[in-house]
């Protein structure tokens, strides 16, 4: 059944999709500052089974640094080039636009393109991730997807291939030529590619996370959680921080527990897993969340410093990527380069 988002949930439906971030996917400031001042409310929201299957699709998100993008803001119609040069290519109009990650700012992001497109609630990630060649078409090999991105100065690149890494290192080469962050678009696929391909009913998902999160915001830690649908994972305050020997971009931080027990997050640009006296408690694709103990905030794994006391929960990953071992394979800590933290047989 469709649904109607008003303007008066788009703090909420951001909240869900910072949590959703699971410390990474940047913040969601900018869209909210943007959509809030759109005329396009309020706006309907499709599921997949509302749909002709055989409608084409797209998925727009910004690529690279998000902290850029706040430095740097986008113009007014920052897809528009993009989208024009996919359906070029294609040689027909996209008329259905989904969410290509479905955590963080870019869970947002198909709401700029609402005015044009028919949004339905589907997306290719249902949490942050930091690859391209982490989307569900791609993770699933769906033949005809192409990409489009910024290349600076007005540029658009095209790619189409059918090896996934390639898309994302000529993507990312690409961004970075453009100044460090930029847009991306996916299209060549249908609704009824994303029945199979793609987690359904993210953007409701969001929704319920955030109206939950601020009924319950200043109740106790155990209570918060469980209107999530989550679990707490520990509370404390951080003692060390030391970056990865073999990669930098990864951080340990340690935690003092108020009961004694040593708590690790380990991060890069979201956080992956979660020990307790090295235990292993808690991993990717399991989203987890981390707030400021005292303020409630959602934090990103780049706020994370020392002396801060935080509180860790554990919200459930998407069904999708446990389906199978090859799907979950691509977003375990080994997909990052941190094997040993699997804590699953993949």
């Not at 690279?64 to 803001?73: A, C, I, K």
């Not at 359904?200 to 649908?229: K, N």
């Amino acid at each position: 059944m469709a649904r109607t988002l008003e303007r008066a949930q788009l703090p909420a439906l951001a909240r869900g999709y910072s949590l959703l971030g699971s410390g990474g996917g940047g913040a969601t400031t900018m869209l909210e500052l943007a959509l809030a001042g759109a005329d396009d409310w309020p706006i309907t929201l499709y599921d997949l089974d509302e749909l002709d299957p055989m409608l084409p699709c797209l998925g727009a998100a910004f690529v690279g640094s998000t902290m850029l993008l706040g430095e740097r803001l986008p113009g007014d119609t920052p897809f528009a080039p993009l989208i024009a040069a996919a359906e070029r290519w294609l040689g027909h109009r996209v008329p259905v636009v989904c969410s290509l990650e479905g955590g963080g700012l870019n869970g947002l992001t198909p709401l700029t393109l609402a005015h044009e497109r028919i949004l339905v609630d589907a997306d290719l990630t249902g949490r942050a991730v930091p690859g391209l060649d982490q989307m569900s078409l791609l993770v699933d090999q769906v033949p005809g997807v192409i990409a489009t991105c910024d290349t600076g100065a007005g540029g658009v690149m095209l790619v189409q291939t059918g090896r996934p890494v390639d898309l994302e290192r000529v993507i990312r080469s690409a961004i970075i030529q453009a100044g460090g962050a930029g847009g991306t678009v996916f299209a060549g696929f249908t609704v009824g590619d994303l029945t199979e391909h793609a987690m359904h009913g993210g953007t409701v998902r969001a929704l319920q996370l955030g109206l939950a999160f601020d009924a319950a915001a200043s109740a106790p830690l155990t209570e918060l959680a469980a209107a999530l649908g989550g679990r707490v994972l520990g509370h404390g305050r951080v003692t060390a921080i030391a970056p990865d020997a073999g990669d930098p971009h990864v951080n340990s931080i340690e935690i003092g527990g108020a009961g004694g027990e040593v708590h690790r997050l380990i991060t890069r640009s979201e956080t992956l897993a979660f020990m307790t006296d090295g235990r292993l408690a808690a991993a990717a694709p399991t989203i987890i969340v981390v707030l400021d103990a005292i303020s409630r905030d959602i934090l990103e794994a780049t706020e994370l410093t020392m002396a801060r006391t935080i509180s860790v929960l554990e919200l459930p990953a998407p069904e999708w990527w446990s389906a199978s071992n090859d799907r979950l394979r691509r977003v375990v800590p080994s997909a990052y380069g941190i094997a040993e933290l699997d804590g699953v047989e993949t």
